[in-house]
């Protein structure tokens, strides 16, 4: 209990860190002991190097847009409060909204999951998908089982789909409500199947 009190005194702004994360003090404690394992600087802060060792992002072929979306603005290195921030996207999404309509938008809302992904694919991040970072994206998933013209083919269509103003591109309002066309043609599946 003694190492736990004297870790988390480490923290700054710990309670800060847990009401704009919604993580728990024993979630933190564990972040913040990945965070100083990944730190080999030990300066506090991690790099893109330090995101580079981690051998699940190594072998992951989006893994370099990954690490991107930690380092938001050309930013070079990241202090553990932003690390915490980051990764709250992903706990899972709070049912029950605010009350308070002035409450800022939890981080792991359904639109910030969507903001996260969105800005995977829009590498040059001028708020559009362009069909050639769609491609970059379908290509490094989808690697060798697809042809070009396939990929090709996807790739329009996919554009052709989403984009409702004609561009030619994906604007992340097209963008989400693409998924969100999905999600509700998956449920009305769901229901067709019961």
Same mark, same amino acid.
């Given at each position: 209990m003694g190492s736990y009190s004297s870790h988390l005194s480490k923290i700054e702004d710990l309670q800060g860190i847990i009401q704009e994360t919604g993580?728990? /003090?024993?979630? $933190?404690?564990? &972040?913040?002991? @990945? +965070? %100083? %394992? &990944? #730190? /080999?600087?030990?300066? =506090? %802060? &991690?790099? @893109?190097? #330090? +995101?580079? @060792? $981690? =051998? %699940? &992002?190594?072998v992951n072929p989006l893994g370099d847009r990954i690490i991107n979306a930690f380092f938001p603005n050309a930013k070079q290195t990241l202090d553990f409060r932003s690390f915490v921030r980051i990764l709250a996207t992903f706990r899972p999404t709070v049912k029950d909204k605010s009350t308070n309509p002035n409450a800022p938008e939890p981080i792991n809302s359904r639109i910030n999951k969507m903001r996260f992904a969105f800005q995977l694919y829009d590498q040059d991040r001028d708020g559009k998908i362009s069909r050639e970072e769609l491609i970059q994206v379908l290509r490094m998933m989808l690697e060798a089982q697809v042809t070009n013209d396939q990929l090709e083919s996807i790739t329009d269509r996919t554009i052709q789909e989403a984009d409702l103003d004609g561009d030619g591109a994906i604007s992340f309002e097209e963008f989400r409500k693409s998924l969100e066309n999905i999600n509700l043609e998956h449920k009305m599946s769901i229901r067709f199947l019961q």
């Open positions: 993580f728990s /003090k024993a979630h $933190i404690c564990r &972040l913040h002991d @990945r +965070f %100083e %394992e &990944l #730190d /080999k600087s030990n300066n =506090g %802060e &991690l790099s @893109r190097e #330090d +995101f580079q @060792r $981690i =051998g %699940e &992002l190594a």
